[in-house]
Structure formats: C-alpha cells, structure tokens
Nanobody, 125 residues
Framework: QVQLVESGGGLVQAGGSLRLPCAAS????????VGWFRQAPGKERDFVAA????????AYADSVKGRFTISRDNAKNTVYLQMNSLKPEDTAVYYC??????????????????WGQGTQVTVSS
C-alpha cells in the first residue's frame, strides 16, 4: 500500500497559480502511476491529470490542458500539479491517487487504488 498526502491548496485570485504536492509514503512510489482528480460541491469527481511511473507519459483533461502541468520526482516520492491561469470554475477539492498499473495514465476514478485526503483550492473572481 501507499499513503498519499496532498497540500498546497488555498485561496487564489483568477489568473493566479498554485502548485499542489502529493507526497507518498509506504511502497516504492515509482511502482505507481498517479492521477489528480477534483470534486466541486454536489458534483462527481472529475479527472484532471495523470502521470505514469517514470513521468514519461502524461494525460490531461481538456478543461485544464495548457494551464496545468503534472510532474513527479520519484527520489522525493512526490507528484506535483502546477496550476496556472486559474479560473473560478477550477474551485474544488483536489485529490491525488495512486494506480498500481504503473505504466498507464488512467482517467477513471475506479481505476485507482489509493487516495489522499484532498486539499481545497478556491479561485475567486
């Protein structure tokens, strides 16, 4: 198993930036692909971005493509979500999740094995 902790959330004005780290402990982090999802109140969790075990493959939701960047530093057991040009519609709780099928960049919530507790991102207009 792997334990995940997201941080870096907060309040930011539209057009601003945040970087969310997802720090892992437990099994070797490089054994997992990692995805980011987000959930606004009353809505389903939506896929945001994913990165495979090596960082060589990434995937993004169309809504964040060109604005968000996912990266990983396996030596630090950390995956990052860099969020630029934030919009009020980006407001949500952001979750990172680990996928033991490490070669893929999966987009479905049920395809992930372990989840962090979430961190709140609020974008004001």
């Amino acid at each position: 198993q792997v334990q995940l902790v997201e941080s870096g959330g907060g309040l930011v004005q539209a057009g601003g930036s945040l970087r969310l780290p997802c720090a892992a402990s437990g099994r070797t982090f490089s054994n997992y692909a990692v995805g980011w999802f987000r959930q606004a109140p009353g809505k389903e969790r939506d896929f945001v971005a994913a990165i495979n075990w090596s960082g060589g493959s990434t995937a993004y939701a169309d809504s964040v493509k060109g604005r968000f960047t996912i990266s990983r530093d396996n030596a630090k057991n950390t995956v990052y979500l860099q969020m630029n040009s934030l919009k009020p519609e980006d407001t949500a709780v952001y979750y990172c999740a680990a996928d033991a099928s490490r070669y893929y960049t999966r987009r479905r919530e049920y395809e992930y094995d372990y989840w962090g507790q979430g961190t709140q991102v609020t974008v004001s207009s």
